[in-house]
Protein backbone atom coordinates (compact mmCIF):
# COMPACT_ATOMS: atom_id res chain seq x y z
CA UNK A 1 0.00 0.00 0.00
CA UNK A 2 0.87 3.87 0.04
CA UNK A 3 3.64 4.78 2.21
CA UNK A 4 4.43 8.81 2.70
CA UNK A 5 7.26 10.01 4.89
CA UNK A 6 7.34 14.02 5.35
CA UNK A 7 10.39 16.23 6.49
CA UNK A 8 11.71 17.60 8.89
CA UNK A 9 9.40 17.04 12.04
CA UNK A 10 9.74 20.07 13.24
CA UNK A 11 10.92 23.38 11.14
CA UNK A 12 11.68 27.04 13.10
CA UNK A 13 11.75 29.62 10.98
CA UNK A 14 12.09 33.60 11.51
CA UNK A 15 9.03 35.28 10.31
CA UNK A 16 9.27 36.82 7.23
CA UNK A 17 11.47 33.64 5.92
CA UNK A 18 10.38 30.85 3.67
CA UNK A 19 9.36 27.69 4.69
CA UNK A 20 9.67 24.12 3.10
CA UNK A 21 8.22 20.89 3.76
CA UNK A 22 8.60 17.76 2.05
CA UNK A 23 7.01 14.52 1.32
CA UNK A 24 8.00 11.19 -0.35
CA UNK A 25 5.22 8.68 -1.48
CA UNK A 26 5.74 4.75 -2.70
CA UNK A 27 2.69 4.15 -4.81
CA UNK A 28 3.07 5.93 -8.22
CA UNK A 29 -0.90 5.53 -9.02
CA UNK A 30 -1.54 8.22 -6.20
CA UNK A 31 -2.76 10.97 -8.03
CA UNK A 32 -4.19 13.31 -5.49
CA UNK A 33 -1.77 15.31 -2.73
CA UNK A 34 -3.57 17.57 -0.14
CA UNK A 35 -1.70 19.75 2.30
CA UNK A 36 -3.57 19.98 5.85
CA UNK A 37 -2.58 22.61 8.77
CA UNK A 38 -3.61 21.92 12.40
CA UNK A 39 -3.51 24.63 15.22
CA UNK A 40 -3.08 23.39 18.62
CA UNK A 41 -6.28 21.61 19.95
CA UNK A 42 -7.59 22.35 16.05
CA UNK A 43 -9.36 20.16 13.28
CA UNK A 44 -6.70 19.59 10.23
CA UNK A 45 -7.56 21.86 7.51
CA UNK A 46 -7.35 21.79 4.09
CA UNK A 47 -4.90 24.64 2.61
CA UNK A 48 -4.07 23.62 -0.76
CA UNK A 49 -3.88 20.43 -2.77
CA UNK A 50 -2.57 19.27 -6.43
CA UNK A 51 -3.80 16.63 -8.73
CA UNK A 52 -1.10 14.91 -10.53
CA UNK A 53 -1.64 15.92 -14.15
CA UNK A 54 -0.73 19.75 -12.70
CA UNK A 55 3.33 20.18 -11.50
CA UNK A 56 2.51 23.51 -9.45
CA UNK A 57 0.07 25.04 -7.74
CA UNK A 58 0.04 28.30 -6.39
CA UNK A 59 -2.41 30.32 -3.47
CA UNK A 60 -1.22 33.61 -2.02
CA UNK A 61 1.74 32.44 0.13
CA UNK A 62 1.35 28.94 -0.54
CA UNK A 63 2.46 26.87 -3.47
CA UNK A 64 2.72 23.25 -3.66
CA UNK A 65 5.15 21.02 -6.42
CA UNK A 66 4.79 17.86 -7.34
CA UNK A 67 7.36 15.57 -8.81
CA UNK A 68 5.83 12.55 -10.35
CA UNK A 69 8.95 10.95 -11.93
CA UNK A 70 10.52 11.46 -8.10
CA UNK A 71 7.45 10.68 -6.01
CA UNK A 72 7.63 13.38 -3.75
CA UNK A 73 5.93 16.82 -3.41
CA UNK A 74 6.15 19.70 -1.36
CA UNK A 75 4.82 23.05 0.44
CA UNK A 76 6.20 26.26 0.65
CA UNK A 77 5.41 28.85 2.77
CA UNK A 78 6.85 32.33 1.67
CA UNK A 79 6.98 35.64 4.16
CA UNK A 80 6.05 33.18 6.95
CA UNK A 81 3.70 34.75 9.69
CA UNK A 82 3.19 33.50 13.25
CA UNK A 83 -0.09 32.71 12.73
CA UNK A 84 1.52 30.31 10.31
CA UNK A 85 2.85 28.32 12.98
CA UNK A 86 1.23 24.88 13.17
CA UNK A 87 1.04 21.35 12.35
CA UNK A 88 1.42 20.50 8.70
CA UNK A 89 -0.03 17.13 7.33
CA UNK A 90 0.73 15.76 3.60
CA UNK A 91 -1.24 13.07 2.57
CA UNK A 92 -1.29 11.27 -0.85
CA UNK A 93 -4.23 8.86 -2.34
CA UNK A 94 -5.07 7.17 -5.50
CA UNK A 95 -8.74 8.26 -6.38
CA UNK A 96 -8.97 6.03 -8.86
CA UNK A 97 -8.76 2.97 -6.34
CA UNK A 98 -11.64 3.06 -4.64
CA UNK A 99 -11.06 1.30 -1.31
CA UNK A 100 -8.08 3.18 -0.40
CA UNK A 101 -8.52 5.99 2.20
CA UNK A 102 -5.92 8.93 2.05
CA UNK A 103 -2.71 8.00 3.74
CA UNK A 104 -1.38 11.25 5.55
CA UNK A 105 2.62 11.68 6.75
CA UNK A 106 3.47 11.67 10.26
CA UNK A 107 3.22 15.47 10.08
CA UNK A 108 5.73 18.95 10.68
CA UNK A 109 5.61 21.56 13.35
CA UNK A 110 6.44 24.65 12.12
CA UNK A 111 7.17 27.53 14.33
CA UNK A 112 7.56 30.86 12.94
CA UNK A 113 9.83 33.03 15.19
CA UNK A 114 8.30 36.50 15.27
CA UNK B 1 -16.20 25.56 10.06
CA UNK B 2 -15.93 22.70 8.33
CA UNK B 3 -19.94 21.83 8.50
CA UNK B 4 -18.93 18.42 9.91
CA UNK B 5 -20.22 17.98 13.69
CA UNK B 6 -18.66 15.91 16.28
CA UNK B 7 -20.33 15.20 19.98
CA UNK B 8 -19.30 15.06 22.43
CA UNK B 9 -16.22 17.75 22.67
CA UNK B 10 -14.36 15.94 25.66
CA UNK B 11 -14.89 12.80 26.88
CA UNK B 12 -13.50 11.34 30.50
CA UNK B 13 -14.25 7.89 31.16
CA UNK B 14 -12.68 4.88 33.57
CA UNK B 15 -10.61 1.67 32.30
CA UNK B 16 -12.76 -0.47 30.77
CA UNK B 17 -15.94 1.57 29.95
CA UNK B 18 -17.41 1.51 26.71
CA UNK B 19 -18.02 5.27 24.89
CA UNK B 20 -20.06 6.33 21.83
CA UNK B 21 -18.55 8.84 19.65
CA UNK B 22 -21.07 10.58 17.06
CA UNK B 23 -20.34 11.91 13.58
CA UNK B 24 -22.55 14.14 11.50
CA UNK B 25 -21.39 14.63 7.94
CA UNK B 26 -21.39 17.79 5.82
CA UNK B 27 -24.57 18.20 4.03
CA UNK B 28 -24.73 15.98 1.09
CA UNK B 29 -21.54 14.20 1.28
CA UNK B 30 -22.09 10.53 1.30
CA UNK B 31 -18.15 9.08 3.02
CA UNK B 32 -17.57 9.30 6.80
CA UNK B 33 -13.84 8.50 7.92
CA UNK B 34 -12.64 8.30 11.38
CA UNK B 35 -8.95 9.03 12.62
CA UNK B 36 -6.98 8.70 15.71
CA UNK B 37 -4.64 11.28 17.22
CA UNK B 38 -2.80 10.53 20.09
CA UNK B 39 -0.38 13.37 21.85
CA UNK B 40 1.76 14.74 19.32
CA UNK B 41 1.73 12.10 16.91
CA UNK B 42 -0.22 11.99 13.19
CA UNK B 43 -3.65 10.85 12.26
CA UNK B 44 -3.97 7.43 12.11
CA UNK B 45 -6.99 6.21 9.53
CA UNK B 46 -9.40 3.56 11.22
CA UNK B 47 -12.47 3.35 9.26
CA UNK B 48 -14.47 4.46 6.54
CA UNK B 49 -17.86 4.41 5.81
CA UNK B 50 -19.57 5.28 2.35
CA UNK B 51 -23.18 5.46 2.35
CA UNK B 52 -23.86 2.68 4.86
CA UNK B 53 -20.70 0.59 4.24
CA UNK B 54 -17.86 -0.09 5.36
CA UNK B 55 -15.41 1.34 2.94
CA UNK B 56 -12.15 0.69 4.01
CA UNK B 57 -10.58 -0.20 7.03
CA UNK B 58 -7.19 1.06 9.11
CA UNK B 59 -5.75 -0.01 12.17
CA UNK B 60 -8.67 -0.15 13.74
CA UNK B 61 -8.69 -2.35 17.30
CA UNK B 62 -11.20 -5.07 17.73
CA UNK B 63 -11.87 -3.57 20.67
CA UNK B 64 -13.43 -0.54 18.40
CA UNK B 65 -16.19 -0.75 16.08
CA UNK B 66 -18.15 1.96 14.39
CA UNK B 67 -21.26 2.27 11.86
CA UNK B 68 -23.08 4.82 9.29
CA UNK B 69 -26.88 5.36 9.85
CA UNK B 70 -29.57 6.03 7.01
CA UNK B 71 -29.17 9.58 7.51
CA UNK B 72 -25.47 9.41 7.25
CA UNK B 73 -24.34 9.80 10.66
CA UNK B 74 -21.47 8.00 12.10
CA UNK B 75 -20.62 6.87 15.53
CA UNK B 76 -17.41 5.44 16.83
CA UNK B 77 -18.00 3.22 19.50
CA UNK B 78 -15.15 2.14 21.71
CA UNK B 79 -15.17 -0.73 24.06
CA UNK B 80 -12.79 -2.13 27.25
CA UNK B 81 -10.83 1.34 27.00
CA UNK B 82 -7.18 1.31 28.13
CA UNK B 83 -5.46 4.05 28.95
CA UNK B 84 -3.76 4.24 25.42
CA UNK B 85 -6.61 5.42 23.57
CA UNK B 86 -6.74 8.21 25.51
CA UNK B 87 -6.32 10.53 22.03
CA UNK B 88 -8.72 12.87 19.56
CA UNK B 89 -10.91 11.33 17.45
CA UNK B 90 -11.61 13.00 14.60
CA UNK B 91 -14.47 12.54 12.02
CA UNK B 92 -13.99 13.71 8.02
CA UNK B 93 -16.32 13.49 5.42
CA UNK B 94 -16.45 13.87 1.68
CA UNK B 95 -18.54 13.39 -1.06
CA UNK B 96 -17.68 10.36 -2.57
CA UNK B 97 -16.05 6.97 -2.23
CA UNK B 98 -14.14 7.05 -5.38
CA UNK B 99 -12.05 9.41 -7.87
CA UNK B 100 -13.97 12.41 -8.27
CA UNK B 101 -12.90 16.11 -9.12
CA UNK B 102 -14.61 17.16 -5.31
CA UNK B 103 -13.47 14.21 -3.13
CA UNK B 104 -11.75 16.61 -0.53
CA UNK B 105 -12.06 15.62 2.86
CA UNK B 106 -13.40 17.90 5.21
CA UNK B 107 -12.67 17.31 8.92
CA UNK B 108 -14.55 17.87 12.09
CA UNK B 109 -13.20 19.46 15.46
CA UNK B 110 -12.67 16.30 17.35
CA UNK B 111 -13.69 14.56 20.96
CA UNK B 112 -11.06 14.34 23.26
CA UNK B 113 -11.26 11.10 24.93
CA UNK B 114 -9.43 11.22 28.21
CA UNK B 115 -9.50 7.52 29.47
CA UNK B 116 -8.13 7.93 33.74
Known amino acids: GENVEQHPSTLSVQEGDSAVIKCTYS??????FPWYKQELGKRPQLIID?????GEKKDQRIAVTLNKTAKHFSLHITETQPEDSAVYFCAAINRNSGNTPLVFGKGTRLSVIA | DSGVTQTPKHLITATGQRVTLRCSPR?????VYWYQQSLDQGLQFLIQ???????AKGNILERFSAQQFPDLHSELNLSSLELGDSALYFC???????????????FGPGTRLTVL
Open chain 2, 27 to 31: SGDLS
Open chain 1, 50 to 54: IRSNV
Open chain 2, 92 to 106: ASSALSTATSTDTQY
Open chain 2, 49 to 55: YYNGEER
Open chain 1, 27 to 32: DSASNY
